[in-house]
């Protein structure tokens, strides 16, 4: 039986806690004190869809303590439906993010310790964390059939049991005729090999009616079937051939193009900003462009909406906090249309 189509828009994944600091330029040694919020690209997302106005809901698993509690609590704040939302009980640790901000267009690299220097940046914390412990039988079947859209972080197809989740999800989402939306959503950490990365990534890519990601993310999926190809269209040609009807491909200060399946190619381009971090911009593309795809606006339209949503972000030290309403989105868009006509 199909279920009413309620919700828009579902994101599957983590939700972590994100630590930011509160200061520019300078060193976790010299950050007094940081700002906390839900972090993790698909909370980012969906806490950005419920901004903007859609009907959005959760589906992923945190720690039963007071992160746990805090991320629960603040989703009902913000009127994400959080019926999909597990908690875990075997005392793992959620997922953590702390940032600092030495330079704007440092902030976005992984601080390692593969090296005998200190390393600066965004320091995460995901080993056996609980989102990634989530199971297929945790799976909210009639969440996925009353959305129209489910969007699923790459992230958590990188190790089992989440691996397996993800893909009840998408079978689920085949079954109640719930587009799928795949954000790449590539971090090294907790796949075996970018072998197996990249051949994951094409098989639940392969399953998508949309996909999103940057060209670097592109190149990972690519890497076991395309090695030597940088060529966007020829990226997307691939996967519109497998059945996906849009591919956005986000190519930094060179916009973004969106391939459809009837051969149409569109661009964006970005507005110029002076960026204080580049983490978190990703997210914010993501949360307008679905806004614009979900509400029937032109692809057009959602792409300059996800950039002028992504410019915002970028001016301020935060992530899903720094995602604008659809007021604050709607006027920047229009204040820099000229610039968004790549």
């Known amino acids: 039986m199909q279920l009413e189509k309620t919700i828009d828009i579902v994101t599957v994944g983590r939700a ?154 998408m079978e689920y989402a085949k079954k109640y005729n719930t587009k799928i939306v795949i954000d790449i959503d590539y971090r090294p950490f907790g796949w075996t090999s970018l072998e197996e990365a990249s051949e994951c990534y094409q098989k639940i890519c392969n399953m998508a009616d949309i996909v999103l990601g940057n060209r670097e993310e592109f190149d990972v999926v690519e890497h076991t079937s395309m090695p030597e190809n940088k060529d966007n269209a020829k990226s997307a040609e691939a996967l519109l051939k497998m059945g996906a009807e849009i591919v956005i491909v986000k190519d930094g200060a060179k916009g973004s193009d969106a391939y459809l399946k009837d051969g149409k190619i569109i661009s964006c381009g970005v507005i110029k900003t002076d960026i204080v971090k580049t983490f978190g911009s990703g997210d914010a593309y993501a949360a307008g462009f679905m806004y614009g795809y979900l509400t029937g606006k032109p692809i057009e339209y959602s792409m300059q909406l996800g950039s002028a949503c992504a410019s915002i972000v970028l001016t301020k030290i935060d992530c899903a906090p720094a995602i604008p309403t659809l007021k604050a989105a709607e006027e920047h868009r229009k204040n820099h249309e000229k610039e968004l006509l790549k």
Not at 78 to 92: M, P, R
Not at 109 to 117: H, P, V, W
Request: hydrophobic share 35%; aromatic share 8%.
């Open 16 to 169: 972590g806690i994100d630590f930011n600091t509160t200061i520019l330029n300078a060193t976790f040694e010299n950050v007094p004190t940081f700002k906390k919020s839900i972090g993790g690209s698909p909370a980012n997302i969906i806490q950005g869809t419920a901004k903007l106005g859609l009907k959005s809901g959760f589906i992923g698993k945190v720690s039963g303590d007071g992160m746990g509690e805090y991320i629960l609590n603040e989703f009902k704040k913000q009127n994400i439906d959080v019926s999909g939302l597990c908690i875990d009980k075997t005392g793992a640790k959620n997922c953590l993010a702390i940032t600092e901000i030495v330079t704007a267009h440092g902030s976005g690299t992984y601080a390692s310790d593969n090296s005998s220097e200190f390393h600066h940046g965004t320091y995460l914390y995901r080993e056996k964390t609980a989102d990634m412990l989530i199971t297929p039988e945790d799976i909210n079947e009639d969440l996925i059939a009353k959305s129209k859209t489910v969007l699923l972080s790459g992230t958590a197809f990188s190790a089992n049991p989440s691996r397996d989740a993800m893909f009840k999800v």
